[in-house]
Each structure stands twice: as structure tokens, then as C-alpha cells.
């Protein structure tokens, strides 16, 4: 499975980008994915994840309301629609997945559970 991510950009606070992340070699479907950013000299946290087949959504405390996780079924391709962007979502935005993981609701908040990554897409927000 290969992820690439793209989208980012340098926008205005309170603007709205849309990130996408092709899937190739299998269909998301089958997958766990997930979206972390990472800033400068910061860990990479959890942004977004969605179960396999999308039953399930996760979003961040500090993104909930304005980023929406969605799955393309069409173009194979994870969707992270942000709105109400903030400076403080400044980062590189990676997409990750992984193909089973025993408990979603935990697992899928920690980067370290997911076996396949892209290269990351950089957001700006400017204030």
C-alpha cells in the first residue's frame, strides 16, 4: 500500500483548504486510515481516523467541528476537508493506515499503531 498526500498550502486564518491522499495497491476500504500533523520541534499528534469501512470517525478535541474525515471510494483517496483554519494548525499533515488494529478507539489515536504513511503536505495558517 502506498499513500500520497497532497493539498497543503498557505492560507489566511479562517480560510479552508482540502487535503487529499491517494491509496494505491489496495482500496482504503479494507484499511484503518488516519491523518497527524507534526509542527517544528513537536510530536506528531492525531488529527483524524476513520475505521475501516468508515463506521467509526475520531477527531481530535482540538479539531472537532472543523475538520471533516471523509473516504472517496471513487478516486481510492482519504479526504480531510478543514475549515475555520487556526495558526496553530500550522504542520505537516500525514495520512497513515494500517489493516487491523484490535482496539480502533484507542490504536487509531497513536501514530505509532499504523504501518504505511505518506510523505506529508505542509499547512500554513497565517494570522
Known amino acids: 500500500v502506498q499513500l500520497q498526500a497532497s493539498g497543503g498550502g498557505l492560507v489566511q486564518a479562517g480560510d479552508s483548504l482540502r487535503l487529499s491522499c491517494v491509496v494505491s495497491g489496495r482500496s482504503h476500504a479494507n484499511y484503518h486510515v488516519g491523518w497527524f500533523r507534526q509542527a517544528p520541534g513537536k510530536e506528531r499528534e492525531f488529527v483524524a481516523a476513520?475505521?475501516?469501512?468508515?463506521?467509526?470517525?475520531y477527531y481530535s478535541d482540538s479539531v472537532k467541528g472543523r475538520f471533516t474525515l471523509s473516504r472517496d471510494y471513487a478516486k481510492n483517496a482519504l479526504v480531510l476537508q478543514m475549515d475555520s483554519l487556526k495558526p496553530e494548525d500550522t504542520a505537516v499533515y500525514y495520512c497513515?493506515?494500517?489493516?487491523?488494529?484490535?482496539?480502533?478507539?484507542?490504536?487509531?489515536?497513536?501514530?505509532?499503531?499504523?504501518?504505511?504513511w505518506g510523505q506529508g503536505t505542509l499547512v500554513t495558517v497565517s494570522s
Open positions: 476513520s475505521t475501516r469501512n468508515g463506521y467509526f470517525t
Open positions: 497513515g493506515a494500517v489493516k487491523e488494529v484490535s482496539a480502533p478507539q484507542v490504536q487509531l489515536l497513536v501514530p505509532e499503531s499504523y504501518d504505511y
